[in-house]
């Protein structure tokens, strides 16, 4: 096992990286939880039949009653409707203060089931049991929980930490080719904003195959980066925003397609191709655009589009709407070099000028 401690004083908590996770699951929450005496387990029709019943006996077997709720699988499925049916279950199942909801699936539940236990009873204990690439490496660690408005996605939220993380690995043989692409494009975004030579990795295991022979080492080589950058600014204010590198443009790709045509890490990869362009055309990135290149091959590699077509208005809009925006300004990501990013302030109007040349009107 695998095992990194996020130090955030009395919100610390480890993530586990191991191969059968989920069957020592009760043995690890009881480790963490040991006063509570109920868990309420969120999943959704996807990932429920494959692993909520190994999940319920091990916990179960560790002493806790367990509920679990099963939603829709989606992005949709994060929604305020959604909340209010978690709030009400949990208290159906007599939850309280010293209990904890655990989220086993991608970023959606656990997005959503987190933001259940932010605010439920003003706050119970909560575990993440991430089941895609995507959230293993992205959404489960770091303590930010939403759901979607239809204004924007992520508009509705707070910061949460888990109090345990648990990642097995074999989860992500069950998924689907593009399932496993889409969190590749955040395993890329890694090596973009922070370590050349993780990037240099990736490059040499251009395909699911030679991934997953390495599967341990990447999970941990990404939440180590990410556990970092959360230590030095937990609440999203300063160095975190550089793990925002090509969520600005990407968020507007997401809502031009309603969510349903475009994945997060679809229109995160186009994004990205976006900042890095953008970045090279202002003079921040140094040297030639062999790194756009180099991005752009390892995207395409892992059959992640590079450019998407986007509405101007909901590009627009979706600039206006971005959580790193105060006043007129906003904060963008872009590469120094591979292997370094950087926030770059810029006035809204500027940055749709830019974008204007970029898409070509």
Same mark, same amino acid.
Request: glycine share 10%; hydrophobic share 45%; aromatic share 6%.
């Given at each position: 096992?695998?095992?990194?401690?996020?130090?955030?004083?009395?919100?610390?908590?480890?993530?586990?990286?191991?191969?059968?996770?989920?069957?020592?699951a009760g043995e690890a929450v009881k480790t963490v939880c040991p006063r509570a005496a109920r868990l309420f387990v969120?999943? %959704?029709?996807? !990932? /429920?039949?494959?692993? @909520?019943?190994?999940? *319920? &006996?091990?916990?179960?077997? #560790? =002493?806790?009653?367990?509920?679990?709720?099963?939603?829709?699988?989606?992005?949709?499925?994060?929604?305020?409707?959604?909340?209010?049916?978690?709030?009400?279950?949990?208290?159906?199942?007599?939850?309280?203060?010293?209990?904890?909801?655990?989220?086993?699936?991608?970023?959606?539940?656990?997005?959503?089931?987190?933001?259940?236990?932010?605010?439920?009873?003003?706050?119970?204990?909560?575990?993440?049991?991430?089941?895609?690439?995507?959230?293993?490496? %992205?959404?489960? !660690? /770091?303590?930010?929980? @939403?759901?979607?408005? *239809? &204004?924007?996605?992520?508009? #509705? =939220?707070?910061?949460?930490?888990?109090?345990?993380?648990l990642m097995d690995p074999d989860t992500l043989n069950t998924l689907p080719d593009a399932t496993l692409s889409d969190?590749?494009?955040?395993?890329?975004?890694?090596?973009?904003?922070?370590?050349?030579?993780?990037?240099?990795?990736?490059?040499?295991?251009?395909?699911?195959?030679?991934?997953?022979?390495?599967?341990?080492?990447?999970?941990?080589?990404?939440?180590?980066?990410?556990?970092?950058?959360?230590?030095?600014?937990?609440?999203?204010?300063?160095?975190?925003?550089?793990?925002?590198?090509?969520?600005?443009?990407?968020?507007?790709?997401?809502?031009?397609?309603?969510?349903?045509?475009?994945?997060?890490?679809?229109?995160?990869?186009?994004?990205?191709?976006?900042?890095?362009?953008?970045?090279?055309?202002?003079?921040?990135?140094?040297?030639?655009?062999?790194?756009?290149?180099?991005?752009?091959?390892?995207?395409?590699?892992?059959?992640?589009?590079?450019?998407?077509?986007?509405?101007?208005?909901?590009?627009?809009?979706?600039?206006?709407?971005?959580?790193?925006?105060?006043?007129?300004?906003?904060?963008?990501?872009?590469?120094?070099?591979?292997?370094?990013?950087?926030?770059?302030?810029?006035?809204?109007?500027?940055?749709?000028?830019?974008?204007?040349?970029?898409?070509?009107?």
């Amino acid at each position: 096992m695998k095992t990194l401690h996020v130090n955030l004083g009395p919100r610390s908590y480890d993530i586990h990286i191991a191969s059968g996770a989920l069957d020592t699951a009760g043995e690890a929450v009881k480790t963490v939880c040991p006063r509570a005496a109920r868990l309420f387990v969120v999943t %959704d029709t996807n !990932v /429920g039949p494959l692993y @909520a019943g190994r999940v *319920k &006996a091990s916990l179960e077997q #560790a =002493g806790f009653a367990v509920r679990v709720t099963t939603l829709p699988a989606g992005e949709h499925t994060k929604c305020v409707d959604s909340l209010s049916l978690l709030w009400e279950d949990s208290m159906s199942f007599g939850l309280t203060r010293t209990d904890a909801v655990v989220a086993l699936g991608g970023g959606v539940i656990g997005d959503l089931a987190g933001f259940a236990a932010a605010t439920i009873l003003r706050g119970v204990d909560f575990i993440q049991i991430p089941t895609t690439l995507l959230a293993q490496v %992205d959404s489960s !660690v /770091g303590g930010k929980v @939403a759901i979607d408005l *239809k &204004a924007g996605k992520n508009l #509705a =939220g707070a910061f949460w930490q888990p109090r345990l993380v648990l990642m097995d690995p074999d989860t992500l043989n069950t998924l689907p080719d593009a399932t496993l692409s889409d969190g590749m494009a955040e395993v890329i975004k890694y090596g973009c904003i922070a370590d050349r030579d993780f990037f240099d990795f990736l490059c040499a295991h251009p395909s699911r195959a030679r991934i997953m022979e390495e599967i341990e080492s990447v999970l941990y080589t990404c939440c180590d980066i990410k556990r970092s950058v959360v230590e030095e600014d937990e609440r999203d204010t300063g160095r975190r925003m550089l793990l925002n590198f090509g969520h600005t443009v990407g968020h507007a790709f997401e809502l031009a397609g309603n969510y349903e045509k475009w994945t997060h890490g679809q229109a995160v990869a186009a994004g990205m191709c976006v900042a890095a362009q953008l970045g090279f055309g202002l003079g921040v990135s140094g040297g030639d655009d062999s790194g756009i290149r180099e991005l752009v091959e390892l995207l395409k590699a892992f059959r992640l589009p590079t450019r998407i077509d986007c509405d101007w208005n909901t590009l627009v809009r979706a600039v206006g709407l971005d959580k790193k925006s105060t006043g007129d300004d906003i904060t963008m990501i872009f590469l120094k070099r591979m292997g370094e990013a950087v926030p770059v302030r810029m006035k809204k109007e500027d940055v749709l000028r830019n974008l204007e040349a970029v898409f070509g009107r």
